[in-house]
Structure formats: C-alpha cells, structure tokens
C-alpha cells in the first residue's frame, strides 16, 4: 500500500484515498526511506544453480588432486619393495637349485650302486654252477686215504702214481680257488674253528650232543659253503652241537 502511494506521488498523481490512512505519516519520512526494488525470481535460480555448480566442480577437482595424491608412491617404498621382492624370488632359486642338486646327486649314487651291483653279481647264475664242480673236486680230494699219500720205500709204481695225481689235483684245485676269489667267489668251512651255528650262514642238517663242546656250535661240515662279493650264495650244510 505505501509503494503503491509512492509510486502514485512520483508520477504526478493525487493522493489516493487509501494514502489518507495513516495521516501521522509525512511525505519527506515516505520519501526519505523508500523499499529497495526486488530481484525477478529467476535471477535467484540462476544465482543458486551456478553456485552449485561451483560447488560441484571445485569437490570434484578436489577429489581427483586426492586421489592423484594417493596413486604417487614414494620412489624409495618402491625401490625397497622391488629389492623384496627379488630377494625372495633368489631364496626360491637357490632353494629349488640346491634341491636340483641333491636330486642329481642322489640319482648318480643310485646309479652307481646299481652299476657296482650289476658288475658283482653278473657272474651268479655262472656262479652257482660252478660250486658243484668244485665240489666234485674236493670230494675227488678227500676220498684218498691218507696213508696212501705219505711216501715210504716199500711203495710201489701205483702209490707214486697215486700220489703224483692228488698232488696235481690239489695244484689245480688251489689255482682254481685264488681264480674264483678274483671274482670274488670265496668258499667257507664253519667246521674248521669251530663257529657258532649261524642261520645267515649256515643250514642245519642235524643236530647232536657232544661232550666238551657247548651248544649251538659247528662241529662237522658236509657242503662247504660259498658267498659271492660277501653275499650268501649257497649256505653251508653243517651238524650242530645240542647237549640239553
């Protein structure tokens, strides 16, 4: 009501009737403070969409300076995580070598071993059917008479001749022997000290009491045994003591 009076003054016109309702009220305090003229409302909205705008814009520049600022890594961080890491990965082959290594190295005993092995008992089977030759031959031996092979002035061409054939009978037995212990193919007899009855070693045949003699030892051998390179290949056939 009093902008419109004012407004009606400035432009030459009477006083409106309405103007007359506060007659308390001079003309120069209506001049002297007049209302400031209002802004369209879509100047406000222009005014706050840009400010938000600028909000956004300025949140969004701060966010990407943030996050560039979290991507940048301290070069000597990076340096030491690298050297870690190489570190550990040369743990790992050196690990793995060494394990190679060892592996190689196990390979190559076994192999030798089986080689060495081959090599000692290739001759086995061969072996096995020698003994019973040899065999032969001491049994050949030891079925001559004693008596028989101690010379005397009352011997005659057939003593000498006897003679003369057991001795070369136990040359070639001896030669034979040292031959095969080349090869490693030794022979045994339990009985000659006396051993004690060994079940690796020895096969029971019977058993006996004896006096003078304790239990469990090897009084008589009727095979001699054999063993190739330390290992049995025919156990000796023996008579143990057994007085209880």
Same mark, same amino acid.
């Given at each position: ?5 004012? @407004? ?35 100047? %406000? ?55 190679? @290594? ?16 081959? &090599? ?13 030759? @040899?065999?032969?031959?001491?049994? +050949?031996?030891?079925? @001559? ?24 009978? &136990? ?25 004690? %009855? ?5 096969? +029971? ?13 090897? %009084? ?21 003591? &057994?007085?209880?």
């Amino acid at each position: 009501m009093m902008q419109r009076c004012i @407004v009606q003054r400035a432009l030459g016109a009477g006083r409106p009737k309405s103007c007359h309702s506060s007659p308390k009220i001079s003309r120069l305090s209506l001049l002297s403070h007049p209302d400031p003229p209002r802004l369209p409302l879509t100047s %406000f909205r222009r005014y706050a969409t840009d400010k938000s705008q600028e909000t956004q814009t300025a949140s969004q520049s701060n966010e990407t300076a943030n996050s560039d600022g979290a991507k940048t890594v301290d070069p000597e961080v990076k340096k030491d995580s690298e050297l870690e890491s190489k570190e550990r990965e040369i743990i790992d082959l050196k690990d793995k070598y060494l394990r190679s @290594v060892a592996e190689f190295r196990n390979l190559q005993n076994q192999t030798k071993r089986e080689v060495q092995s081959a &090599k000692n008992f290739a001759i086995q089977k061969f072996a096995k059917d020698l003994v019973d030759s @040899v065999d032969n031959l001491d049994r +050949a031996l030891s079925i @001559v008479p004693a008596d028989k092979l101690t010379p005397n002035a009352d011997e005659g061409p057939a003593q000498k001749e006897l003679i003369t054939l057991f001795d070369g009978l &136990k040359m070639t037995e001896t030669i034979l022997m040292q031959s095969l212990k080349k090869h490693g193919l030794e022979r045994f007899d339990p009985s000659v000290e006396g051993e004690v %009855f060994n079940p690796n070693l020895h096969e +029971a045949t019977f058993m006996t009491p004896m006096e003078g003699k304790e239990d469990g030892t090897v %009084f008589t051998t009727q095979q001699k045994g054999f063993t190739l390179n330390g290992r049995v290949l025919r156990a000796a056939k023996v008579g143990v003591v &057994k007085n209880a």
